[in-house]
């Protein structure tokens, strides 16, 4: 194993972990995100090559997302018949990913780790006390980890000082086919999940839990994406793909509940995670997408994991409970299994 820092612009670091087989993971202090996952040199998450084009493209590709993944409606919520009121966005109306800027713009404090078994980066934030409108004073830590055996591992640990909501997740895109000019929409997916949460237009959810069953957002039996995007199904229909959250059937970190196969069926990628739910976007940009490493992104040019519990938990109890009390510490971690032809 091997860890290497250098310059990433704009005063940030670039930590790059390579284990025994060549498996190479990056990341940066900025927004504690992940920026490259290379197997057998083919360039599997989406990223840019410097934190200027991050801050000036899309600063949430790859990024640490919290204090809450997702939306609140409104901005409101109530914690012990207390109502806060969060900043939100003007365009919505809802606050999104706990606020702007928020962890994916911090410059996170990092320490690297090196042990036999895998290398980790240990990144640390503080979000004071009324950040956005959330109380209490939040400590965060978020560690990757790449191991011997080809598993990056993400392992996100808040405590904070008062009651309050905490709900993080991690903002990876995947393109297994390494051309980030193609579609996913020949990938293939498996999921774990018998039922997803409808949301209205907005993307706020309808607080039900709807059955997948005679849905194409029904992937209990592995099929490309494709079926997904050629469908007229309405839940599809209004955001031009998936990005939805989705109830997993079973959790923890011995039970693979998702996994990613590439159209040439060489990289699979496979998730296992203690968190309940899976928001999976299909990056459905339309038009508006970024340049990319000197490549302009396609529509539906990546896929994520957005392990979390919920996004409306807040208000629907029936999809979680993100309450963080005083002095307690709420931890989740999720691990990327990736495997090549001859592993698979």
């Known amino acids: 194993m091997s860890i290497t820092i250098k310059d990433f612009g ?20 900025l927004g504690a995100r992940i920026v490259s996952l290379k197997a057998e040199n083919r360039e599997l998450a989406l990223g840019f090559d410097s934190a200027q084009e991050y801050l000036e493209k899309d600063v949430y590709i790859g990024a640490s997302i919290g204090r809450t993944a997702g939306r609140i409606e409104d901005g409101h919520f109530t914690l012990d018949d207390r109502t806060y009121q969060l900043s939100v966005d003007p365009a919505t109306g809802h606050s999104l990913h706990g606020g702007s800027p928020g962890f994916e713009t911090k410059k996170w404090s990092y320490q690297t780790i090196e042990d036999e078994q895998g290398d980790t980066v240990l990144f640390t934030t503080e979000s004071p006390d009324g950040e956005h409108g959330f109380p209490g004073n939040l400590r965060v830590e978020v560690r990757y980890t790449l191991t011997q055996d080809d598993i990056w591992r993400v392992t996100t640990r808040g405590i904070s000082d008062q009651t309050t909501l905490f709900n993080p997740t991690n903002h990876v895109y995947f393109n297994l086919s390494g051309d980030i000019t193609q579609p996913i929409d020949q990938h293939i997916l498996w999921l774990d999940s018998e039922e997803y949460a409808p949301l209205r237009a907005d993307s706020i959810p309808l607080g039900k839990k709807s059955s997948v069953t005679n849905t194409p ?10 079926t997904v995007f050629e469908s007229d199904f309405d ?42 739910s899976i928001v999976v ?17 396609s529509d539906h040019g990546g896929i994520t994991f957005e ?11 029936d999809f979680g409970d993100i309450k963080l009390p005083p002095n307690t510490s709420f931890e989740t971690t999720t691990e990327f299994k990736i495997e090549t032809r001859k592993d698979f």
């Open 10 to 29: 704009q005063g940030y670091h670039l930590l790059v972990l390579t284990n025994k087989h060549g498996l190479r993971l990056a990341v940066t202090d």
């Open 217 to 226: 957002f029904d992937f209990q039996e592995p099929k490309q994406l494709a």
């Open 235 to 276: 839940q599809k229909v209004l955001f031009d793909g998936i990005d939805h959250p989705f109830f997993l059937k079973e959790q923890g970190l011995d039970k693979v509940v998702a996994f990613l196969v590439s159209p040439d069926e060489k990289i699979k990628v496979s998730v296992a995670t203690d968190a309940p």
């Open 281 to 297: 976007f299909t990056a459905n940009f339309g038009e508006n997408t970024p340049e990319m490493r000197g490549k302009n992104l």
């Open 307 to 317: 392990t979390q519990i919920a996004p409306g938990a807040e208000q629907f109890s």
